[in-house]
């Protein structure tokens, strides 16, 4: 299949923007719990819809008193937290553009990013990065303001407006179009420079209701199970805004949570215990790890990997089942299912609050295995995919008919089409406005409605769409060999000791790769062997663990040919980190600066 569509369940209202699902959720219902919110005890509370909608009203006067104005872009640099919402939302309703920085961005992306888009204030969550902004400052010329979060930015702006009449906001609101600019996005820029996506109020509404109305088993509302989720992915990448926005137009309660480590996320899952979650396939790997080190430890990994081939089988058939091309799992299997439902399952269900049925994943690969494992274990992981550029997804899963491995159909109201050269191609109502100050990328990126999303990819007979690769990722080897590095390094991922895999090979005669190690589970594996503790440059020389890595450059070597396959490759004592800018912000590799920092392990791996 070359094109899937998909009809559409929704379309953006003609007139208003963001800002009107809160006015209009306070009007309807002023009572519904609509956020929940963490106080510094580490209690939380609700938070109605009458409150937020008073607290936005009057954030947004102080907004206007302190000099922002319809159409002015203002930059918001924080971690998740209900504060971002209450101020994007503020924003909004005066007509602002939001445009969402990283926590973790340094002073020079800092710059580029302010002063590209032409800020006229911005607002930061700390001193730290009150910092940031203050290094640059001075080649900022447009930078008027400067708040922080944590200096009770929002008491000060509140009573900067307490003299003006709620008529002076609603005025504002008013004068928004579905097609205002909502946000300014800047992508990751693995290849580059970022560039600043236009994202229109529209955008976002097609894309939130949607999302909404086509997966409804997830967000339904059911007496004394009231939908909620807890939200922790970074609210500057379009993933989380899109998940910010769907749950108040959908009037669903949210949390927020800052910290993506696990000692502090999965207290506020069991504490929040969110119907359903959104996250990235790293959370549901670290998930599953710490379930199988919790197993090794105890002497009981050889029922827990049982548990999780008969959840694998059970998923498989009922997945089966749904296509109309097996009978469901057999009596037996239920019966195994139900065993370890009890013994391993219900634990792991209880480790993302005891309450999740449902997840949505994206960001990158989910391997078709844990997918198959959490589906069986009673959380179906929703994948999908899209760019900052589609406004989150552009295809995703069914709940109903759910194909893991792959990305899932084209979401209503889009098509998906793959050009001559393998590359996806989609439009829809969720296609961004163009690259700002950019117009030679965006004539590269735009064709008459059609988005050329820079990704290869196939469709299945009905329409679900498999990644393969980036178009501009492909290695050329000195032989000619065409290769692409995506599914090899996401298949070495999959051992249990590898934290990273690049592979390299361009112009080069064969494909290698550097592998990084992820250290709890490195601590764990020579707790078990009842090895010493070893320094880094140690570890790398370790045979044992060099035989294990081995082991999953061989699995990755099966999904390809002799040509393509991994011939070598060498661990490193260190991961790639952000700090070192060999990540972007949304963890994506920098390849070209990997290659560039470990230039003289990658020339070692060629050495005759």
Same mark, same amino acid.
Request: charged share 25%; proline share 5%; glycine share 8%.
């Given at each position: 299949?070359?094109?899937?569509?998909?009809?559409?369940?929704?379309?953006?209202?003609?007139?208003?923007?963001?800002?009107?699902?809160?006015?209009?959720?306070?009007?309807?219902?002023?009572?519904?719990?609509?956020?929940?919110?963490?106080?510094?005890?580490?209690?939380?509370?609700?938070?109605?819809?009458?409150?937020?909608?008073?607290?936005?009203?009057?954030?947004?006067?102080?907004?206007?008193?302190?000099?922002?104005?319809?159409?002015?872009?203002?930059?918001?640099?924080?971690?998740?937290?209900?504060?971002?919402?209450?101020?994007?939302?503020?924003?909004?309703?005066?007509?602002?553009?939001?445009?969402?920085?990283?926590?973790?961005?340094?002073?020079?992306?800092?710059?580029?990013?302010?002063?590209?888009?032409?800020?006229?204030?911005?607002?930061?969550?700390?001193?730290?990065?009150?910092?940031?902004?203050?290094?640059?400052?001075?080649?900022?010329?447009?930078?008027?303001?400067?708040?922080?979060?944590?200096?009770?930015?929002?008491?000060?702006?509140?009573?900067?407006?307490?003299?003006?009449?709620?008529?002076?906001?609603?005025?504002?609101?008013?004068?928004?179009?579905?097609?205002?600019?909502?946000?300014?996005?800047?992508?990751?820029?693995?290849?580059?420079?970022?560039?600043?996506?236009?994202?229109?109020?529209?955008?976002?509404?097609?894309?939130?209701?949607?999302?909404?109305?086509?997966?409804?088993?997830?967000?339904?509302?059911?007496?004394?199970?009231?939908?909620?989720?807890?939200?922790?992915?970074?609210?500057?990448?379009?993933?989380?805004?899109?998940?910010?926005?769907?749950?108040?137009?959908?009037?669903?309660?949210?949390?927020?949570?800052?910290?993506?480590?696990?000692?502090?996320?999965?207290?506020?899952?069991?504490?929040?215990?969110?119907?359903?979650?959104?996250?990235?396939?790293?959370?549901?790997?670290?998930?599953?790890?710490?379930?199988?080190?919790?197993?090794?430890?105890?002497?009981?990994?050889?029922?827990?990997?049982?548990?999780?081939?008969?959840?694998?089988?059970?998923?498989?058939?009922?997945?089966?089942?749904?296509?109309?091309?097996?009978?469901?799992?057999?009596?037996?299997?239920?019966?195994?299912?139900?065993?370890?439902?009890?013994?391993?399952?219900?634990?792991?269900?209880?480790?993302?609050?005891?309450?999740?049925?449902?997840?949505?994943?994206?960001?990158?690969?989910?391997?078709?295995?844990?997918?198959?494992?959490?589906?069986?274990?009673?959380?179906?992981?929703?994948?999908?995919?899209?760019?900052?550029?589609?406004?989150?997804?552009?295809?995703?899963?069914?709940?109903?008919?759910?194909?893991?491995?792959?990305?899932?159909?084209?979401?209503?109201?889009?098509?998906?089409?793959?050009?001559?050269?393998?590359?996806?191609?989609?439009?829809?109502?969720?296609?961004?406005?163009?690259?700002?100050?950019?117009?030679?990328?965006?004539?590269?990126?735009?064709?008459?409605?059609?988005?050329?999303?820079?990704?290869?990819?196939?469709?299945?007979?009905?329409?679900?769409?498999?990644?393969?690769?980036?178009?501009?990722?492909? $290695?050329?080897?000195?032989?000619?060999? +065409?290769? *692409? =590095? @995506?599914? %090899?390094?996401?298949?070495?991922?999959?051992?249990?000791? /590898?934290?990273?895999?690049?592979?390299?090979?361009?112009?080069?005669?064969?494909?290698?790769?550097?592998?990084?190690?992820?250290?709890?589970?490195?601590?764990?594996? $020579?707790?078990?062997?009842?090895?010493? +503790?070893? *320094? =880094? @440059?140690? %570890?790398?020389?370790?045979?044992?663990?060099?035989?294990? /890595?081995?082991?999953?450059?061989?699995?990755?070597?099966?999904?390809?040919?002799?040509?393509?396959?991994?011939?070598?490759?060498?661990?490193?004592?260190?991961?790639?980190?952000?700090?070192?800018?060999?990540?972007?912000? *949304?963890?994506?590799?920098?390849?070209?600066?990997?290659?560039?920092?470990?230039?003289?392990?990658?020339?070692?791996?060629?050495?005759?």
């Amino acid at each position: 299949m070359r094109e899937f569509t998909n009809p559409a369940v929704a379309t953006p209202p003609p007139v208003g923007g963001l800002a009107d699902a809160v006015f209009d959720n306070a009007r309807d219902d002023a009572r519904h719990v609509v956020f929940g919110r963490k106080g510094a005890d580490g209690r939380w509370r609700d938070v109605t819809a009458a409150q937020f909608r008073d607290e936005v009203q009057r954030l947004a006067k102080g907004l206007l008193a302190q000099g922002v104005r319809f159409g002015d872009r203002v930059a918001i640099m924080s971690r998740t937290r209900y504060e971002w919402t209450l101020f994007d939302f503020a924003l909004w309703t005066v007509g602002a553009q939001v445009v969402p920085v990283y926590p973790t961005s340094s002073a020079e992306q800092v710059l580029w990013m302010l002063h590209d888009s032409g800020v006229s204030a911005a607002m930061v969550e700390h001193e730290d990065h009150a910092m940031t902004i203050g290094s640059v400052v001075d080649r900022l010329p447009q930078l008027r303001r400067l708040w922080q979060l944590d200096a009770d930015a929002v008491g000060e702006l509140t009573a900067a407006g307490e003299h003006l009449d709620d008529e002076v906001v609603d005025r504002h609101r008013r004068a928004i179009t579905p097609d205002s600019i909502a946000t300014i996005i800047y992508t990751s820029g693995t290849t580059g420079r970022p560039k600043g996506c236009l994202i229109s109020h529209a955008n976002l509404m097609f894309e939130a209701d949607t999302v909404i109305a086509r997966w409804d088993p997830v967000f339904r509302r059911r007496r004394g199970d009231e939908p909620a989720t807890l939200l922790f992915l970074p609210l500057a990448h379009v993933f989380g805004r899109m998940v910010e926005v769907a749950c108040v137009r959908g009037r669903i309660k949210i949390g927020h949570q800052p910290n993506l480590n696990a000692t502090a996320l999965l207290p506020d899952l069991a504490a929040f215990r969110p119907t359903f979650i959104l996250a990235v396939p790293y959370i549901f790997e670290k998930i599953f790890q710490a379930g199988l080190r919790k197993a090794e430890r105890s002497g009981k990994d050889g029922p827990f990997e049982k548990a999780v081939d008969v959840a694998v089988r059970y998923a498989e058939a009922l997945e089966a089942k749904s296509f109309g091309r097996g009978p469901g799992p057999s009596a037996a299997l239920r019966m195994q299912h139900q065993l370890y439902d009890k013994l391993v399952y219900a634990k792991v269900r209880e480790a993302m609050g005891g309450r999740v049925r449902y997840a949505m994943s994206g960001g990158s690969a989910m391997d078709r295995r844990l997918g198959l494992f959490f589906f069986g274990a009673g959380v179906s992981v929703l994948e999908g995919y899209g760019l900052t550029e589609t406004t989150a997804a552009i295809t995703a899963n069914p709940p109903e008919r759910t194909r893991f491995g792959t990305v899932g159909q084209a979401i209503p109201g889009t098509t998906v089409h793959i050009a001559e050269d393998g590359e996806v191609w989609v439009k829809g109502g969720n296609i961004f406005q163009g690259y700002l100050n950019n117009p030679k990328a965006t004539d590269e990126t735009l064709h008459e409605g059609w988005l050329a999303t820079g990704d290869l990819g196939s469709l299945d007979e009905d329409g679900y769409l498999t990644i393969t690769g980036r178009k501009k990722e492909i $290695l050329v080897t000195s032989g000619g060999k +065409s290769v *692409s =590095p @995506a599914q %090899l390094e996401e298949r070495v991922r999959d051992h249990p000791l /590898v934290a990273q895999c690049i592979v390299v090979g361009n112009d080069r005669p064969y494909i290698a790769a550097l592998v990084t190690l992820d250290s709890d589970a490195v601590e764990h594996w $020579l707790a078990m062997r009842e090895k010493p +503790s070893l *320094s =880094p @440059a140690e %570890l790398v020389r370790d045979p044992d663990l060099e035989t294990e /890595v081995r082991r999953a450059v061989v699995a990755a070597n099966t999904l390809v040919s002799q040509a393509e396959s991994i011939r070598t490759f060498r661990i490193l004592a260190h991961q790639f980190s952000e700090e070192h800018g060999l990540l972007t912000p *949304s963890l994506k590799l920098k390849r070209k600066a990997i290659e560039g920092v470990y230039a003289a392990e990658v020339e070692a791996l060629y050495r005759s």
